[in-house]
């Protein structure tokens, strides 16, 4: 199994709080992924990452903000979490990105109240 | 816009029967696509990928048919076993998009909730 853990493996949270999930890897790999999995949509990318410092968007990124200081770890964070963005919240390492496997980590369930 | 669809929300199949799972896509840019097996509480891991320049891909049990010119793909698992209960997504992915290089990003489909009964 690829070395990736995510933290904290859940958590329950209020509205308005800020919350910051973090992706750890010990596989050296290039590409980062965050995406949220909900009932009816599958899975959706919210950012992703192709390097340390190098960030872009995703399909559902309103409201979500990443920082990539090290290769090692992706953090994501919701400023003021809102009810909606409730789901659980999976990450994703890829060595060369295009037609490579994506591996996943265990997943965050996040739930804003 | 949903650009990848699994019109199946659930398949049941007996064990030893043959289970065919489906996908369509919309975008004509997506050239690689890959298939993966969810179980309940863990990660999605990767099962089986296949290139748009093959129309087939095959590894053990497991078959992905692509049909680009009706912009379908299928997933088949022979024989069926009760180990193969999940939820199965397929995911398509392109070369470049308009902004140039697609970094690899997937875009998924809802998935499909397998049961295989013994």
């Known amino acids: 199994d690829a070395g990736i853990t995510q933290s904290p493996r859940h958590k329950v949270t209020e509205t308005g709080t800020p919350v910051t999930l973090r992706c750890h890897q010990t596989?050296?790999?290039?590409?980062m992924y965050w995406y949220r999995q909900d009932p009816g949509h599958g899975l959706r990318l919210i950012h992703y990452s192709y390097g340390v410092k190098d960030t872009d968007k995703g399909e559902v990124s309103d409201g979500y903000s990443v920082s990539r200081s090290k290769t090692e770890d992706f953090l994501l964070t919701l400023e003021s979490a809102t009810s909606s963005q409730t789901s659980v919240y999976f990450c994703?390492?890829?060595?060369?990105?295009?037609?490579?496997?994506?591996?996943f980590g265990p997943g965050t369930r996040l739930t804003v109240l | 816009d949903q650009q990848v669809k699994q019109n199946s929300p659930s398949l049941s199949v007996q064990e030893g029967r043959i289970s065919i799972l489906n996908c369509d896509y919309t975008n004509s840019m997506f050239d690689y696509f890959l298939w993966y097996k969810k179980y309940p509480a863990e990660g999605p891991t990767f099962l089986i990928s296949?290139?748009?320049?093959?129309d087939k891909n095959e590894d053990g049990r497991f078959t992905v048919f692509l049909n680009k010119s009706a912009k379908h793909l299928s997933l088949h698992i022979v024989p069926s076993q009760p180990g193969d209960s999940a939820v199965y997504f397929c995911a398509a992915s392109a070369r470049a998009n308009a902004g140039g290089t697609s970094y690899g990003k997937l875009t998924f489909g809802q998935g499909t909730i397998l049961t295989v009964h013994p």
């Open positions: 596989e050296n790999h290039r590409y």
């Open positions: 994703a390492i890829s060595l060369r990105g295009y037609t490579d496997t994506q591996y």
């Open positions: 296949i290139s748009s320049i093959k």
